[in-house]
């Protein structure tokens, strides 16, 4: 891999984890976080800790760090494992299904959706109008464009989370949503639009990146019947299968960060508010830290992290639920569906910002 800066694209390890950790020369808040501005609004972005600097982004984001402490991702594991299951059960008596659709989205809907307090009954709802916005450049997921996603379904979205921090007001839950409400350090608490906008921030994140990573990770064990088989004989490797799945398959493709200075970047020159693209596509197969970068391997060791969570201030408030659910989804699925196959071609995803499979049909046999 060619160290170097093509059109302000950063694509190797080193390089992206050195933009990531440097937030003073390299900033979120002043051009937006990705690529193309039309993908996600600018004003949209600013709104949430991830489109901020410190010492703003510092302060909301130690707020909403009191929902993801480990004693309460620890306490909704047992909850992961039992919608997975149950998701599967849907399945029991079919021959066919489609991977994406009928599988990761329904699971990672519940998820997020029961750890926000989200009934199940909405859940279709919310990833309906997660998909629109943040897939507002995919004609699939939102045939209406960004200007719909603007108009319909952000309005939407903000009036369904503002009755649920009403609800949460009156009467406390053990909820996010409710947490979020009552958080408070040092006698500050979040204001109404910045949960509305973390609110939004942790739904969309929760909604479209554990499913196109659970959906892809499958598709690679199913596609190595090796790794599948070394994943069913030995639970210690979920880990391995889980951070190889991250590595490989990061659902957000970039970040981007604007220049606050004339800098200068593994030689290269980069000027004042130059748009720099960080790409955990390429950075997560470097092959100066990874060998043999495109080779699905669970048993693979990795001696630095992978970047797909980002790092510095920025480094994903949920990444710790993100493996959590994919630590019990993967290996409950290929215990459940041992035996799965492609039955038709894969559709990808179209938008520059969001990868991963839109529609994965396999055919299988169900074991129990």
């Known amino acids: 891999m060619v160290a170097r800066l093509t059109l302000g694209s950063v694509t190797t390890a080193d390089d992206v984890h050195e933009v990531s950790r440097d937030w003073q020369t390299y900033s979120s808040e002043l051009g937006g976080v990705t690529a193309i501005s039309e993908a996600f609004p600018i004003e949209l972005s600013r709104a949430m800790f991830i489109g901020m600097d ?13 929902g993801f402490t480990p004693k309460r991702i620890a306490a909704h594991e047992k909850a992961i494992r039992e919608i997975v299951v149950r998701v599967l059960d849907r399945l029991e008596g079919r021959e066919t299904c489609d991977l994406v659709l009928d ?37 699939d ?39 979020l409400v009552h958080a408070e350090i040092e006698d500050e608490m979040l204001e109404e639009h910045e949960i509305v906008m973390g609110f939004f921030l942790l739904v969309a994140a929760g909604n479209d990146s554990t499913r196109s990573t659970y959906a892809s990770g499958m598709r690679a064990l199913m596609e190595d019947r090796e790794q599948m088989q070394l994943l ?28 606050t200075k004339d800098t200068e ?10 748009k720099v693209v960080m790409w955990y596509v390429s950075s997560n197969r470097d092959e100066t830290r990874y060998e043999d970068p495109d080779r699905f391997d669970i048993t693979r060791r990795h001696a630095e992290p992978q970047l797909t969570f980002g790092g510095g201030v920025h480094y994903c408030l949920g990444a710790s639920l993100a493996r959590a659910e994919l630590q019990e989804a993967l290996p409950i699925l290929a215990r459940r569906l041992p035996r799965l196959e492609a039955d038709g071609p894969v559709e990808w995803r179209t938008q520059v910002l969001i990868r991963g499979p839109a529609r994965l049909p396999i055919g299988f046999a169900t074991a129990r």
């Open 265 to 274: 970047l593994h030689g290269k020159k980069i000027k004042k508010d130059e």
């Open 141 to 179: 997921l939102s045939p209406g464009g960004v200007d719909e996603a603007i108009e319909k379904a952000l309005p939407e979205i903000f009036a369904r989370c503002n009755k649920m921090i009403a609800a949460r007001r009156e009467n406390p839950t053990d909820d996010l949503t409710s947490v």
């Open 232 to 259: 069913l004989d030995d639970p210690g490797l979920i880990p391995g299968a889980v951070e190889e799945s991250l590595r490989m398959f990061p659902a957000f493709a970039h970040f981007r960060r604007t220049a």
């Open 103 to 139: 599988v990761a989205q329904p699971a990672v809907s519940r998820v997020i959706g029961s750890f926000m307090g989200i009934p199940e009954e909405d859940d279709e709802i919310w990833a309906t109008l997660m998909n629109s916005t943040l897939g507002a450049g995919d004609p």
């Open 54 to 66: 410190p010492p703003k982004h510092d302060r909301l984001k130690a707020l909403f760090q009191a």
